[in-house]
């Protein structure tokens, strides 16, 4: 055991010291904003740092990530700004240039007056003017003009709105904002199309894709990906190799004919997490709600089977309640599993606990809510842009909360981890044969905890690149790091309980397993920051590890066989026949939309043309509800098949389960997909801008596709139904029933 100890602490302090080195890196060779912009030979200013810092204020407070994307980070129906911005630049002055030189339009020359002016087009915008000494970037007074176009385009876009974009009319109508706004766009532009001082590539490694000015993939993204697929073929062959020889070491423990836990001691507090599990439905069917309406926005735009719905719920709100709706249930269904485990773990109920539990409850319910509002009233402008930070829409995909909702629910996380770390460290003082599996899950819980404050990490006016890399540590570090290592032990330590493993081989795997995959987790976050204003060090370490984060997941099958063989071993196991099944269908999803669809979008070569695209949709669908969406069910449901005395009907659970998985099979095969390769075509033959453009987006087989996801979006909202009416049906019987 002490060895296996000894791999995962290297583990953590060397994965961290790598992550945090590329932090420093970031911070100091970010892209400059620069505090003024001058035109040339005439050094008037043309922008200034304030314009530049406040229009992303402005762009947050319209729903950012929600609206469009920013480097390929954020929403998919409305295009991506910078590369948007990137490509109108270009065929302006290119059609300035040939209008002005040979009097015809550019795309009507021969290949060698196309290929002359190609050229001064990419020495004039590729060319880094930034002043290291006055801070300022000079630009050319073709460029103004190229400029000036798009400032009207998109100040059009966002005053007189767009259909197509899913952007209603006066989203944004202060002139002021309106030309901040743009600023902050020009920046995020001038930064993906210059190149690095002394470097051949831009400031986000060449992204996007742009023929017009030679943005082209990298060497390095090239080389680094065939890495990334080598390292990944051979962690694969030894770690198949390990398991093999190793699985079977465990100690050999006879099942016992009958259920260890029938008559487990029940405490008043986990009466009282019960309300949890109904309130986490009504978020669940709220979320699906909001899912339907927020796709439908994706073929009519502006309304909702004619109903002019973007009045009152415009898509970039629909769309943050959306994903915010799916981090909210499935973390809050994480937490009450930990609280409702944590007097068995004890096997006591400790001081004031009913009271957290309560209070804990009424705070998700006020954050929930309270957030909600704050991001209406932000999108509708009627916050300023220092009150929309603090309590209206911060404008990060799954960060959109307000800093003092996130604040808020900070605090509570910290009360959280007391109230389950108090029962761990009372049972680890027992010094039994669970000592080490109880070790490993106090470790996870204090993780929860902590890193959700690396979200507070930056502030009003960071810039985007520091934004994104503390957002990941978030969403990756968080939610795909220590939450998977609360998982994977407490379903051991409840397998554990039930006899079916003993509790040293428990913790034995558990840490052996959080060692593995925390070996290229953690580093592995790097992946998300390969085109976002970073160094290429996070390209290189970001695909070299983040290959390393499917390894263990290529051995999913023999987790889906030994639970299956689960199942047979023992008829009273089958009282926990669902949550074993929802268990399986996380391995399964594991495999397939954190392995297969991640590793899909995950190799430099292949999220410098496909991020943002529909391919991402795959992998966050498959990935957000298959894997942890899932698991958030399976606890649900084995917590109260723990607490409840009834023998249950199992035909709700069946049609939810296979409603549910069908679903979402059909909903990536039939439109998700589909759409992310003709979007894949597109941006690798034509260019990125073309991808995401509404020309394609909105083409009859698009379309078509669109419409086809409502069979997979019917069959799997008859899943969260029938899932639902379970959970809730089943919490009431049990508030009403006495002990």
């Known amino acids: 055991m002490k060895k296996i100890w000894i791999a995962f602490i290297s583990v953590i302090v060397l994965s961290f010291a790598v992550l945090i080195w590329v932090g420093t890196e970031v911070y100091q060779k970010q892209p400059p904003i620069p505090e003024k912009v001058v035109i040339k030979d005439t050094n008037e200013v043309f922008y200034t740092i304030e314009d530049i810092q406040t229009g992303q204020n402005v762009w947050e ?12 980070h954020g929403s998919y129906v409305a295009p991506d700004w910078s590369a948007d911005w990137i490509h109108r630049e270009a065929v302006f002055m290119l059609d300035l240039w040939a209008k002005r030189d040979f009097n015809k339009e550019y795309n009507t020359l021969d290949v060698e007056k196309k290929a002359a002016l190609k050229a001064r087009l990419i020495k004039d915008i590729k060319t880094n003017t930034y002043n290291t000494a006055t801070k ?23 005053s007189k709105g767009n259909e197509r974009y899913a952007i ?7 002139e002021t904002k309106l030309k901040q706004l743009n ?16 470097k051949d590539y831009t400031y986000t490694s060449n992204w996007p894709h742009e023929p017009l000015i030679d943005n082209n993939i990298t060497d390095g993204s090239i080389i680094w990906s065939g890495l990334s697929i080598v390292l990944l073929l051979l962690f694969i062959g030894i770690l198949t190799y390990y398991y093999l020889r190793n699985h079977e070491k465990g100690e050999s423990l006879t099942k016992p004919d009958s259920d260890p836990l029938m008559n487990m001691q029940l405490f008043k507090s986990q009466k009282a997490v019960l309300k949890y599990f109904f309130v986490i439905s009504l978020l669940i069917g709220l979320q699906v709600i909001l899912g339907i309406i927020t796709v439908h926005y994706t073929v009519e735009g502006q309304g ?4 002019d719905l973007a009045k009152y719920l415009p898509y970039s709100v629909s769309r943050t309640w959306h994903t915010q709706l799916a981090v ?4 809050a269904t994480w937490l009450a599993t930990g609280l409702f485990l944590a007097p068995m773990i004890s096997k ?20 929930v809510l309270g957030s909600m509002l704050g991001e209406w009233l932000g999108v509708h402008q009627f916050l300023d842009l220092t009150t929309n930070f603090f309590f209206g829409h911060q404008g990060y995909e799954y960060m959109d909360l307000g800093r003092f909702w996130q604040i808020f629910l900070g605090i509570g996380l910290v009360l959280w981890v007391v109230m389950v770390s108090r029962h761990l460290l009372f049972a680890i003082r027992k010094n039994d044969e669970s000592k080490h599996l109880l070790i490993i899950l106090l470790i996870s819980v204090m993780a929860i905890g902590m890193f959700f404050f690396s979200g507070l990490m930056y502030g009003e006016n960071s810039s985007l690149p520091v934004i994104n890399y503390w957002r990941w540590w978030l969403v990756h570090l968080w939610v795909e790091g220590f939450f998977e290592v609360f998982a994977t032990v407490v379903i051991a330590f409840v397998f554990s309980r039930m006899k079916i493993i003993s509790p040293k081989t428990a913790g034995r795997v558990s840490i052996a397993s959080a060692s593995i995959f925390l070996a290229g987790g953690i580093i592995g976050t790097l992946h998300h920051l390969y085109y976002s204003g970073t160094p290429i060090q996070a390209i290189a370490l970001g695909a070299t590890f983040s290959a390393l984060e499917v390894v263990p997941l290529t051995l999913m099958g023999f987790e889906i066989r030994e639970n299956w063989n689960l199942l047979k071993s023992k008829k009273w196991i089958q009282n926990y026949k669902w949550p074993i099944f929802f268990f399986i269908a996380v391995a399964f999803w594991n495999f397939l939309g954190a392995g297969v669809f991640g590793f899909l979008i995950n190799p430099p070569i292949a999220l410098y043309y496909i991020q943002g695209l529909n391919t991402t949709a795959v992998h966050a669908h498959t990935a957000l509800f298959g894997v942890y969406g899932m698991l958030g069910m399976g606890f649900i449901i084995i917590c109260l098949r723990f607490y409840s005395d009834r023998v249950w009907n199992s035909k709700k659970l069946k049609r939810a389960f296979w409603f549910l998985n069908i679903g979402l099979v059909a909903m990536v095969v039939l439109s998700l997909l589909p759409i992310g390769i003709i979007q894949a075509y597109t941006s690798i033959t034509e260019g990125y801008s073309f991808a995401r453009e509404s020309d394609l987006l909105y083409s009859p087989t698009i379309q078509t596709l669109k419409w086809l996801r409502m069979v997979g979006d019917i069959l799997f909202s008859v899943g969260i139904y029938y899932f639902c009416w379970f959970t809730i049906d089943e919490v009431i019987y049990n508030y009403k029933r006495k002990k």
């Open 61 to 72: 407070s319209i729903g950012g990530m929600e609206v469009g994307s920013i480097w390929g």
């Open 136 to 158: 300022t970037i000079v630009i050319s007074k073709e460029r103004v003009a190229a400029i000036n176009n798009n400032i009207q385009h998109f100040s059009n876009i966002f």
């Open 168 to 174: 209603p009319e006066g989203a944004l109508t202060d």
């Open 183 to 198: 600023a902050f766009f020009f920046w995020t532009s001038w930064a993906a199309s210059t190149n690095r001082p002394e």
């Open 304 to 307: 909702f089977f004619g109903f």
């Open 328 to 331: 909210f249930w499935i973390a």
């Open 348 to 367: 006591k109920e400790m001081k004031y606990q009913l009271f957290g539990i309560n209070f804990l409850f009424v705070a998700l319910i006020v954050i």
